[in-house]
T-cell receptor
Framework: DSGVTQTPKHLITATGQRVTLRCSPR?????VYWYQQSLDQGLQFLIQ???????AKGNILERFSAQQFPDLHSELNLSSLELGDSALYFC??????????FGQGTRLTVV | DAKTTQPNSMESNEEEPVHLPCNHS???????IHWYRQLPSQGPEYVIHGLTSNVNNRMASLAIAEDRKSSTLILHRATLRDAAVYYCILKEGAQKLVFGQGTRLTINP
């Protein structure tokens, strides 16, 4: 158990819909990262938050957004979903000078 | 982001040592070398990291070349549970982890 909790574990939704993925970091970790892993792609960095503020942005689509709340949990919002958004979405957290701990992921299937 | 090069796949036998190579010829002086692995259907998992000196922990050893342009992850006695994709990543400070394609390690019983 990494200490990072992601919910839900599985999500099936239709094209055009909007979903929210949730991540609770390890206790005390201020940084949260989101990654997308499709079948034909590796782990793609989407976005990083540090103590509530956006720190780094990767190849995140405009239809996607994220935020980190005062209690440090984070949410990734995916809207106007397309078939190609079907993927595993991972959240990771780090503390100062620690390695990254990853959650078990949310498997999103868009039908 | 500094780039690493790893073989796409490797195969080894159970209870034998495994040496996973990684080339990083453009590494900068402040880049740490990190290794993560991803078991099937799981999130990536930290394995080990180092800067200049060789490192050992309960999971593996990391051997870093003197010029730091390459490194090798060593699993001393592979088990079936070590079958995973292994990622070699260069990371400076609090930067994000940038994953490449990694090496898919197969362990034969």
């Amino acid at each position: 158990d990494s200490g990072v909790t992601q919910t839900p574990k599985h999500l099936i939704t239709a094209t055009g819909q909007r979903v929210t993925l949730r991540c609770s970091p390890r206790s005390g970790d201020l940084s949260v990262y989101w990654y997308q892993q499709s079948l034909d792609q590796g782990l793609q960095f989407l976005i990083q938050y540090y103590n509530g503020e956006e720190r780094a942005k990767g190849n995140i689509l405009e239809r996607f957004s994220a935020q980190q709340f005062p209690d440090l949990h984070s949410e990734l919002n995916l809207s106007s979903l397309e078939l190609g958004d079907s993927a595993l979405y991972f959240c990771a957290s780090t503390g100062p000078n620690t390695e990254a701990f990853f959650g078990q992921g949310t498997r999103l299937t868009v039908v | 982001d500094a780039k690493t090069t790893q073989p796409n796949s490797m195969e080894s036998n159970e209870e034998e040592p495994v040496h996973l190579p990684c080339n990083h010829s453009t590494i900068s002086g402040t880049d740490y070398i990190h290794w993560y692995r991803q078991l099937p259907s799981q999130g990536p998992e930290y394995v080990i990291h180092g800067l200049t000196s060789n490192v050992n922990n309960r999971m593996a050893s990391l051997a870093i070349a003197e010029d730091r342009k390459s490194s090798t992850l060593i699993l001393h006695r592979a088990t079936l549970r070590d079958a995973a994709v292994y990622y070699c990543i260069l990371k400076e400070g609090a930067q994000k982890l940038v994953f490449g394609q990694g090496t898919r390690l197969t362990i034969n019983p």
